[in-house]
């Protein structure tokens, strides 16, 4: 039947609790599942084959802001925008959320009821999106948390009033603001604010038209009274305690956690915008937002998935990081799951589970005792479909709507990292990845760059690794831990092989990281490991790596560097033999490399961690931008690194293509020579030429303006920054500020230093490595050239610029340059860009030193932040570097690949899958 569609090999989840199962088929029929039966015994149609997959209920996201867009400071544009473009926004995102596999959204206010009106839009088929359950305005006191799009009442009258006014324009839930909260300045999460009369005032009212009420609760005391009134649920519950977990349990009263909205708060910080009363509040209840909801869980609270998505940092969309905190706080996989796509039935306010939508669910999976051709009801897939008052669960979502059509079919594989498929299939297909530039060398010692990095993690792996998230985790240490301030011990993985067939075991472990630090073979990562004096081999799966002083960073650097190579394949061979044929214990074997054409590796179906989805993995540089997207369009590569931001539009324009994006780990800017050194590292004296002088190199800051740059060459698709760190990095000081650009300093500085009629200089610069790399320098060439310091700028391929100039100390008087610090530590970039004795260091300060060599060893964390901000001032002062950009990564995907954009720039082969074709 042209009609009907077969999908047979996924693993079903149904959204009950109940086991995942696999075997089955599902017949979809006029955009309705018609029946789940025995894939031996599937009817006829269009068979769409998902092996490898998870097949599970559309998502429901318990709590949205539609109107809101995610953006740093997302109130403003709530405030600012015209009404219709608002509109146009929202509908965007509506759409966004459906593509995502979130069909049912419970939208918790808006501005000026527009979500009423896409709601019904969506439900009328004018546009596409989930169904919508929305609360209209929510209803604060005067002044309180969300006056900016709330209803203003005080009183148990005014408060009446109020839930009618909602009821009026449609409401489906009623929202009230019981406590303060982040995103409201002037006002604490732990105050309480409605009255106990004001809070029962509302729900009366709304129960008598058979609507919820929804309370934004975060202190413990405004919880209380929520519950002591019969609240239908709770968003956020950041103080909740014991007492008021036992009595929502008793009480069927759902928390809605909303984990992720402080986090990517906290972590975006002010580096990324967001105003700095908002990070204080969400930083000072992370930890206990975590403790609670561990508390709720074991306690047996109802919870339902909500990740209050518009605020800032917080897209629409994708619910996988509320789901995954879920997980980290202590639900099992199934459990957070369940968060997310089980409906409950509420009659007269008290939830109660449908058992009878359950049975019918569990009996559509395991089929009936006639052969298990039993229909699932004639469930609609209509991701637009209205739902009742009084009808669904938490979120108010109907009953058994399941998103499985023709059109939008969900396969959930970026849960796999939550609950993986229960039979791996083999690996398949191809993919091309196109970064900008080849890797330097193959060689993992003997490079600090991410092109090679991207290819290289995936031949080999290192003790520790960092997850989606950028935790440190376990790799092929299982486990690590503290001897002694100088001693850590690691328990390594049994059972692990090398590409070539040698067992990994502590002396593999021992021979890599001791090769690493040979001096004789001037490795570029050893200076990370110059405080480690030995690695010792305790049993065969045991090594101690001992370090001369504490050494705090050492799993940072673990997780980055460090990676173990087959001894017996290396021993004895020089460099040109370790740069050209890798062999690790990583998802990827090398197979060949035809320099600046393509490198192609294949898949370790013996990987430890798994085969990876993916059989063939290429690697193509292609330094020019516009012939990057080309080439994606066209179908020749899969992935592009580095899409400039005009061409944006042509990707997300594209039916085969889509956009990725993440703010980068990595910073832009310009280190200034101060000194020279020779090819030992080992400084000579002051640089020749003018930026030896420190008026110079602080007239060269001042002649810059980087926001203009920003706005122009990059169209605002990067964040300013005042040194080279980002906000998540460790050391970060928020007192410091961009240098302010001004002319005529710059001109006085100049004249101050001997030069009254300008200098001549050279900028040297990558082309193709960075987004627009050769674009800003020539923007910054151009505003140095008007304030008196003429400057040229000198473009190289990306091989010669890092082994003839960047290495060896001869990019000078400037270079542009990018640095991704991925152990998300300080001493990351300001020991191998400025301490002396290092590769990449062209600056020479006996003081500065002193400050990263204690911080590097201090095990007291406000000391060492402390010192890291008197080495970045210092920096500054000394005019040794010339901050510019925290990168914004830009990626363009053909729609055939999964694929999650990272701060980190990773490009882990065992994490991209290719999805079924149409």
Not at 539 to 548: A, L, P, Q
Not at 576 to 582: E, K, L
Request: charged fraction near 25%; charge should be positive; aromatic fraction near 6%.
């Amino acid at each position: 039947m042209d009609d009907r569609l077969v999908l047979t090999g996924a693993t079903l989840i149904d959204g009950t609790g109940a086991p995942p199962v696999s075997g089955r088929a599902v017949v979809v029929e006029r955009d309705r599942i018609t029946a789940v039966v025995d894939a031996a015994r599937a009817p006829a149609g269009a068979v769409l084959r998902l092996d490898g997959l998870t097949l599970l209920p559309g998502l429901i996201n318990c709590h949205v802001h539609l109107c809101l867009g995610g953006e740093a400071d997302p109130v403003r544009p709530l405030i600012d925008d015209p009404l219709p473009l608002t509109a146009l926004k929202a509908a965007i995102r509506a759409r966004q959320t459906v593509e995502a596999g979130v069909t049912t959204v419970r939208d918790l206010g808006g501005k000026d009821y527009l979500e009423l009106s896409l709601k019904r839009a969506i439900a009328e088929r004018l546009i596409p999106g989930p169904r919508v359950v929305a609360a209209g305005r929510g209803i604060c006191m005067t002044g309180g948390h969300g006056w900016w799009f709330g209803r203003e009442a005080d009183g148990p009258d005014d408060v009446r009033k109020a839930v009618r006014e909602q009821l009026k324009m449609g409401a489906d839930v009623i929202k009230i603001f019981a406590t303060g909260g982040v995103m409201t300045p002037g006002v604490e999460p732990g105050s309480t604010q409605l009255t106990d009369e004001e809070i029962r005032a509302a729900i009366e009212e709304a129960r008598k038209a058979g609507r919820r009420v929804a309370a934004h609760a975060q202190a413990t005391a405004g919880i209380r009274s929520c519950v002591d009134a019969g609240i239908s649920t709770i968003e956020h519950g950041v103080f909740l305690d014991s007492d008021l977990a036992a009595r929502m349990k008793g009480g069927g009263v759902f928390l809605v956690p909303t984990l992720c909205a402080p986090r990517a708060i906290a972590d975006g910080g002010e580096g990324a915008g967001i105003p700095a009363f908002m990070v204080r509040k969400a930083r000072g209840l992370l930890e206990t937002h975590g403790k609670s909801f561990a508390l709720a869980a074991r306690a047996g609270v109802p919870i339902a998935a909500g990740t209050d998505a518009g605020t800032p940092l917080n897209p629409h969309g994708t619910m996988v990081p509320e789901l995954e905190m879920m997980v980290q706080h202590g639900l099992t996989p199934m459990d957070a799951l369940r968060a997310a796509t089980y409906r409950t039935r509420f009659r007269r306010g008290s939830p109660r589970h449908s058992r009878r939508s359950a049975r019918r669910r569990r009996r559509a999976l395991a089929g009936s005792a006639r052969g298990g051709e039993r229909g699932s009801g004639g469930q609609s897939a209509d991701p637009g479909g209205g739902a009742r008052a009084g009808d669904g669960g938490a979120c108010g979502a109907g009953e058994g709507e399941v998103i499985m059509t023709r059109r939008l079919i969900w396969l959930v594989a970026a849960l796999a990292a939550l609950w993986p498929s229960t039979a791996a299939a083999a690996p398949e297909g191809r993919i091309v990845v196109a970064q900008g530039v080849d890797p330097t060398t193959l060689d993992p010692h003997f490079h600090e760059e991410t092109p090679a990095y991207n290819v290289l993690l995936n031949i080999y792996d290192t003790l520790l690794f960092r997850d989606r998230d950028e935790k440190i985790i376990p790799w092929l240490a299982e486990s690590w831990r503290v001897v002694t301030p100088t001693t850590w011990e690691f328990k390594l993985r049994h059972g692990v092989v090398f590409h070539n067939g040698e067992e990994f075991d502590a002396e593999a472990v021992k021979w890599s990281l001791d090769r690493l630090r040979d001096p004789e073979l001037k490795n570029r990562q050893a200076a990370n490991f110059r405080l480690v004096t030995s690695v010792d081999v305790v049993d065969k799966f045991t090594v101690r790596i001992v370090t001369g002083k504490p050494f705090p960073t050492l799993p940072n650097q673990l997780a980055l560097r460090g990676a173990i190579l087959a001894p017996r394949h290396f021993k004895g061979k020089d460099r040109a033999f370790t740069d050209r044929n890798p062999v690790g214990t990583g998802p990827y074997r090398f197979v060949r490399w035809d320099r600046d054409e393509r490198l192609e590796l294949s898949a370790n179906e013996r990987w430890w961690g798994g085969a990876p989805k993916v059989k063939t993995l290429i690697f193509r540089p292609i330094p020019e931008h516009a012939v990057r997207v080309a080439a994606l369009q066209a179908g020749e590569i899969d992935l592009a690194v580095n899409v400039p931001p005009h061409l944006l539009p042509v990707i997300e324009k594209h039916p085969r293509l889509y956009s990725a994006r993440a703010p980068s780990v990595r910073t832009l800017f310009i280190p200034i020579y101060t000194h020279q050194f020779d090819a030992a590292n080992k400084p000579t004296g002051p640089v020749e030429g003018p930026t030896a002088d420190k008026r110079v190199r602080q007239a060269i800051l001042a002649a810059v303006n980087p926001d203009e740059i920003i706005g122009t060459v990059l169209e605002s698709q990067a964040i300013r920054t005042a040194t080279p760190l980002t906000a998540k990095h460790f050391g970060f000081d928020r007192a410091l500020r961009p240098v302010r650009q001004d002319p005529a300093r710059a001109e006085r500085l100049l004249a101050e230093s001997g030069f009254p009629t300008g200098i001549d200089l050279t900028l040297n610069s990558p082309d193709g490595r960075y987004l627009k790399d050769k674009e800003v320098a020539e923007a910054v060439a151009g505003q140095l050239t008007k304030a008196g310091i003429r400057t040229r700028v000198r473009t190289w391929e990306w091989t010669t610029y890092l082994n003839q100039l960047v290495y060896v100390h001869k990019a000078k008087p400037m270079n542009l340059i990018g640095w991704g610090n991925t152990t998300w530590d300080a001493d990351g970039t300001l020991v191998p860009l400025w301490r002396s004795g290092n590769p990449l260091a062209n600056y020479h300060s006996p003081e500065f030193d002193s400050l990263v060599d204690e911080a590097q060893t201090s095990l007291d964390a406000v000391r060492r932040q402390e010192i890291y901000a008197k080495a970045l001032r210092l920096l500054l002062d000394d005019g040794a570097l010339l901050p510019l950009y925290q990168q914004m990564d830009l990626y363009g995907v053909n729609k055939r690949v999964s694929f999650q954009a990272l701060s980190s720039e990773r490009i882990v082969g065992a994490w991209l899958g290719i999805r079924p074709g149409p």
